[in-house]
């Protein structure tokens, strides 16, 4: 097991290092996270709290804050809002490796639903939302065709040139990112970008008794 293997190499690279090892969906089962021994660090790295709709996203944050003692910090990766172009161009490659990777949610509910999907009927499509500032990934249907998902009894029909969503990306601006912690009782300490501005590393901390998760720091 890919979890089993890297535990038992981190224990070995780091001596005295304690690995607890969880495998599971962070937003169902963060509960089974052991107590903290000594101070904390929660890392959630890469885009991937940019996955979740605005609400969802206040929520998840609020579990994790609930994680953090007065001395313990969250660390934060976020993609930042930047020129659609480079954005749209990020999420359609020319090589067709996110078109593919889009796709393949069809192929999961073949294989988990005994569904009738064929990835060939449908062609990638990758957008920017300046209203939510977010990039949208969507499916389109290339004919019109009726597809069934047996394990639902379901079918699902498609005109040509019809859409569904799959993803959503969220992309941050520091103003966003920061009311974001705050609603989640959060204060943000630190915020690092690359030269170029497109990425944010953060580090936040539980806001103290009385205050309004103003950051204290940048």
């Known amino acids: 097991m890919v979890l089993d293997g890297a535990a038992a190499e981190l224990i070995e690279e780091y001596p005295g290092l304690q690995v607890h090892g969880v495998i599971g969906d962070f937003e169902r089962h963060l509960d089974r996270i052991p107590e903290a021994v000594g101070t904390r660090v929660v890392a959630f790295l890469g885009g991937t709290i940019g996955n979740f709709p605005p609400g969802s996203r206040r929520r998840f944050l609020r579990e994790l804050a609930a994680l953090l003692g007065p001395e313990d910090h969250l660390l934060m990766g976020t993609d930042l809002v930047k020129d659609p172009r480079v954005l749209e161009a990020a999420y359609d490659d020319t090589q067709g490796i996110t078109a593919e990777f889009n796709r393949n949610v069809l192929r999961v509910l073949n294989r988990e639903l005994d569904a009738e999907f064929d990835p060939d009927d449908f062609d990638h499509v990758a957008l920017f939302d300046p209203q939510h500032e977010w990039i949208e ?66 580090l936040s901390r539980p806001s103290a008794p009385g205050q309004n998760g103003v950051p204290g720091g940048a």
């Open 137 to 202: 990934m969507r499916l389109r249907a290339r004919r019109e065709h009726t597809a069934m998902v047996r394990a639902l009894e379901l079918p699902v029909h498609f005109d040509a040139g019809e859409e569904m969503r799959t993803e959503i990306s969220a992309k941050f601006t520091r103003a966003r990112l920061q009311g974001d912690l705050a609603a989640a009782g959060l204060e943000l300490g630190c915020w690092l970008t690359d030269p170029e501005g497109l990425f944010a590393l953060t």
